[in-house]
């Protein structure tokens, strides 16, 4: 598919299908982009892409709080890109160097079109839920239904699937005019229009990044079913990116950035009501669209609603103790294994028969970076600074 191809698609087509379209084209090659992955000079600034949700938090907050220039880093205003495919394509180009992607597109992004992206640490766990309609009160009502997905290569499709198989229900891609009782129909669909695609009943459910959830539930359009980290326990979501070639040729460089993004998760573990105000509309930085509320209702802590949502089903595991959000930006290789045998399972559109000859234990050592982040925790006191013991191996918990 070309370039021109892609510019001319249908109007009927929907916006988040072209997106993935249009990302399938750049990860394929397809689509010629104009400074591929330009050289970097030793001077060239950070230069952020994010989307507008709470999985970009560490990167405004460094930002906000002038971490980067704290280690004598020349740093640029965020750009605030609308889609996946406009980062993605940014990234690729040159136009930014420090992004947050979608942990399962990382694995795209490398095996699947063989461009040198690394992840050098987490961002965030966990941060994202499964909204449903009020008259849906467990999975299995999600027979003969349609459910929205931020992007197929993306840990909530990942999530949202597992939940359906556990369940004895059977995911359709493309679906015909009738579903089957067992079926559900998943669909991309761009975040913003999730809320309203809910509310006139043109879905039965979504399950995306906060604070989409939140703002669903705020707005009274929907209720949470289930949190993702309620059922993968502290499963990261997306992680930070960067191009292979500045950790060879600038380590010193990548070295700071990773130090600014850590200790802007330290941070935000201990301030998480004013980490909410920096990212709203209202804040100086205008990082995200949402107000201060909306956010704090991901952020901060709120017993009296955590035992409703153990009540109401949504969390099933309190005996874990884990927040809505939460921050530690080390990428445990186990996770790495476990998203790479999941994402084998995973039915997505497009073709993904590279990911057969996945190994992954190889993906754990190949895809991830450790280096810079090991570094940046030992320099905070090691990893008990984010409530962890000190080791880096953790076992997987993955739950119905």
Request: glycine letters at 6%; hydrophobic letters at 45%.
């Amino acid at each position: 598919m070309h370039d021109d191809t892609l510019a001319h698609l249908s109007d009927d087509l929907p916006l988040s299908r072209r997106d993935f379209l249009r990302l399938s084209a750049l990860l394929t090659g397809s689509v010629a982009l104009p400074q591929l992955a330009r050289a970097a000079s030793a001077n060239d600034p950070v230069r952020i892409g994010y989307l507008p949700i709470t999985d970009a938090s560490p990167l405004l907050v460094a930002h906000a709080r002038k971490l980067f220039e704290a280690q004598g880093l020349e740093v640029e205003a965020p750009r605030l890109f609308r889609s996946w495919a406009q980062i993605v394509e940014a990234f690729m180009a040159g136009q930014v160097n420090v992004v947050h992607l979608l942990s399962p597109m990382t694995v795209w992004a490398r095996y699947g079109s063989n461009f040198p992206a690394k992840v050098v640490a987490w961002n965030h766990m966990s941060g994202s839920a499964l909204t449903v309609a009020p008259n849906i009160r467990e999975i299995r009502d999600l027979g003969g239904r349609k459910v929205a997905v931020p992007f197929w290569y993306s840990i909530h499709n990942v999530v949202l699937q597992h939940l359906l198989r556990e369940n004895g229900l059977t995911v359709v891609t493309r679906p015909a005019d009738a579903l089957k009782p067992n079926e559900v129909a998943l669909s991309i669909m761009a975040p913003a229009d999730m809320g309203p695609a809910l509310a006139n009943g043109a879905i039965a459910g979504f399950i995306v990044a906060e604070p989409f959830n939140a703002a669903a539930e705020t707005n009274g359009i929907g209720r949470v079913l289930r949190f993702t980290g309620d059922v993968w326990r502290e499963h990261a979501c997306c992680v930070l990116t960067m191009h292979e070639r500045d950790l060879k040729e600038r380590p010193e460089w990548s070295q700071k950035v990773v130090n600014a993004l850590v200790e802007a998760q330290h941070w935000l573990r201990d301030n998480r009501r004013e980490g909410a105000r920096l990212l709203s509309k209202d804040a100086p930085g205008k990082y995200t669209p949402f107000a201060a509320p909306v956010l704090e209702r991901v952020l901060v802590p709120d017993a009296a609603r955590q035992q409703q949502y153990v009540r109401e089903g949504a969390i099933r595991h309190p005996e874990w103790k884990d927040e809505r959000i939460e921050y530690q930006p080390y990428p445990f290789p186990s996770y790495t294994e476990q998203l790479v045998r999941l994402l084998k399972q995973t039915q997505v559109e497009g073709d993904n028969r590279f990911l057969a000859g996945l190994d992954p234990a190889f993906v754990a050592r190949d895809l991830v970076d450790d280096r810079f982040v090991k570094k940046s925790i030992a320099a905070l006191g090691g990893l008990k600074a984010f409530g962890l013991p000190e080791k880096y191996t953790r076992s997987e918990t993955l739950v119905a």
